[in-house]
């Protein structure tokens, strides 16, 4: 079992910058990928980024591609997305989830945190 914690999350200006945190406890994590989604009122939840734990390739959507940055730190069992270049569009409520591959799909992952709200004002 893997328990994740979000935070980070907040109210932030277009073009502002924000930084969420997922800290995962439980079993071992180390052949673990984790995915970033995010759902935003009335839509599906979608893709967001993706790393995988054991050699630190990263995936993203179209959408956050060059504004968004995910990392991972091993040592403390912690993955970061680096939010920049904030949009309107961007508001939603953003999921940490962890899966034993990475892929854009929501069925990959089978551990998912609470979430953590994310509101760009324009």
């Known amino acids: 079992q893997v328990q994740l914690v979000e935070s980070g999350g907040g109210l932030v200006q277009a073009g502002g910058s924000l930084r969420l945190s997922c800290v995962a406890s439980?079993?071992?994590?180390?052949?673990?990928?984790m995915g970033w989604f995010r759902q935003a009122p009335g839509k599906e939840r979608e893709f967001v980024a993706a790393?995988?734990?054991?050699?630190?390739?990263?995936y993203y959507a179209d959408s956050v591609k060059g504004r968004f940055t995910i990392s991972r730190d091993n040592a403390r069992n912690t993955g970061n997305l680096q939010m920049n270049s904030l949009k309107p569009e961007d508001t939603a409520i953003y999921y940490c989830?962890?899966?034993?591959?990475?892929?854009?799909?929501?069925?990959?992952?089978?551990?998912w945190g609470q979430g953590t709200q994310v509101t760009v004002s324009s």
């Open positions: 989830a962890a899966g034993s591959t990475v892929t854009p799909l929501r069925s990959t992952y089978l551990y």
């Open positions: 439980g079993r071992t994590f180390s052949s673990y990928g």
């Open positions: 790393v995988r734990w054991t050699d630190g390739r990263t």
